[in-house]
């Protein structure tokens, strides 16, 4: 294939800290080379890569310890501000399985539901054709959150066991709405340290995948 016939992307990555690129040794941010959507703009320089990720973020639930960090009520503005946009990577879920929240897997996997309508109304704006989603389940927690150094308190074991299952829940969302699908836990990890976030070596892990998933959507 040479340069001509390829299909260049607008591609907006939409999640939480993993996406923003949260270091768990300090909770800094890693830098443009080191999180998976700088990454991706490497990897992918002919495509525009937007990066909107937020710590905190969930699908569509209300912190009130976060009162900015829904999904749901920032979506439509991104839509809108961005477009037009060919693609959207979702990568959310962490945040919902907080303790606080007490929401099984399928609970929670039901906001990416919340997500997926809105970006598929075809009446958001009628100049432009409505994006592919790619929705990608997050990493899991770590085995040990809750009794590592630099865990967060709103995680434990029983949290650990929920985040294990949404990739089977989201899976079946993404299939019933026509959406493609990954789990990011099939190449990468959280941290050792905090039990939540990747290290570098896991951002550049999971933008390869996400890399081969955008060119098996680009030349369907």
Not at 17 to 25: A, E, F, I, K, V
Not at 87 to 94: A, D, F, Q, W
Not at 102 to 127: D, F, H, T, W
Request: hydrophobic residues 35%.
């Amino acid at each position: 294939m040479n340069n001509k016939d390829v299909k260049l992307m607008r591609i907006m990555c939409f999640g939480d800290s993993n996406t923003w690129g949260y270091r768990p040794d300090n909770g800094l941010r890693y830098d443009s080379d080191e999180r998976f959507t700088g990454i991706l703009k490497q990897k992918l320089p002919d495509d525009e890569i937007i990066e909107e990720g937020l710590n905190g973020r969930t699908f569509v639930l209300h912190d009130p310890y976060c009162d900015y960090a829904s999904g749901e009520a920032a979506l439509p503005y991104l839509l809108k501000s961005h477009m037009p946009l060919d693609l959207i990577v979702i990568m959310l879920g962490t945040n919902d399985l907080k303790h606080q929240f007490q929401l099984s897997a399928e609970a929670i996997s039901r906001g990416a539901k919340v997500l997926i309508r809105m970006i598929k109304n075809p009446y958001l704006n009628e100049k432009y054709p409505v994006p592919k989603i790619l929705l990608v389940s997050p990493i899991h927690l770590h085995e040990e959150i809750g009794e590592l150094e630099g865990s967060w308190f709103d995680y434990g074991k029983e949290e650990y066991e929920k985040s294990t299952q949404l990739a089977k829940y989201l899976k079946d969302i993404a299939d019933a709405y026509d959406c493609d699908f990954m789990d990011a836990s099939k190449f990468a990890k959280a941290s050792s340290i905090d039990g939540m976030h990747m290290e570098k070596e896991d951002h550049a892990k999971l933008a390869q995948a996400i890399v081969d998933k955008i060119n098996e959507i680009r030349d369907r």
